[in-house]
């Protein structure tokens, strides 16, 4: 049983590249999240989706957008990378009427 | 927006020392969670508590929903080095699937 599996596990972007960061949970859960993680300043939450179809901004949206693509995968995107953007990045899921989140390994990205 | 304030921010210890460490926030939550990240993994979901007043240990690790329900403790008892990692408390003031809210996060560090 994977749990949540991210891809990939580190990247480096140049200022105003694009890319995809991907999620997949095997556990059947309705809800996912997205989550940015820097140093001292805890998990904030980028984006996150409630149940199949649906998404939902967070704290900290700009700079991003997320599709959830079936109830398995919620892909998130940069569409110009900045290095204000450089943070490890957190999927998490959730079944539904369950408060208890489970995470990926995160993804380790570096713009420059 | 809603903040969870973490206490302390590190903790130096020795092995055996006793750990505990608290989270407070200015609003009511209805469930309290605490998770523990070891170096370049996502968090871990130690304990999650849903009644005010709830006491609820997982091995060495016991875990208080306040009262007032604007606070919760974690202790560890009887430390070891496998301990070391970054401890946060996360809450949920809405309902279930929706994100929650995560402290900044206790260093814990033990010396044998």
Request: net charge neutral; aromatic share 12%.
């Amino acid at each position: 049983n994977a749990g949540v599996t991210q891809t990939p596990k580190f990247q480096v972007l140049k200022t105003g590249q694009s890319m995809t960061l991907q999620c997949a949970q095997d556990m059947n859960h309705n809800s996912m999240y997205w989550y940015r993680q820097d140093p001292g300043m805890g998990l904030r939450l980028i984006y996150y989706s409630a149940s199949e179809g649906t998404t939902d901004k967070g704290e900290v949206p700009n700079g991003y957008n997320v599709s959830r693509l079936n109830k398995r995968e919620f892909s998130l995107r940069l569409e110009s990378a900045a290095p204000s953007q450089t943070s490890v990045y957190f999927c998490a899921s959730s079944a539904a009427y369950s408060y208890e989140q489970y995470f990926g390994p995160g993804t380790r990205l570096t713009v420059t | 927006g809603q903040q969870l304030n973490q206490s302390p921010q590190s903790m130096f210890i020795q092995e055996g020392e006793d750990v505990s460490m608290n989270c407070t926030s200015s609003s009511i939550f209805n469930t309290w969670l605490w998770y523990k990240q070891d170096p370049g993994e996502g968090p871990v979901l130690l304990i999650a508590l849903y009644k005010a007043g709830e006491l609820t240990s997982n091995g060495r690790l016991t875990a208080q929903f306040g009262i007032t329900r604007k606070d919760s403790f974690l202790n560890i008892s009887a430390s070891i080095p496998s301990d070391v990692g970054i401890y946060f408390c996360a809450g949920q003031p809405n309902q279930a699937g929706t994100a929650l809210i995560f402290g900044k996060g206790t260093t814990l560090s033990v010396s044998s």
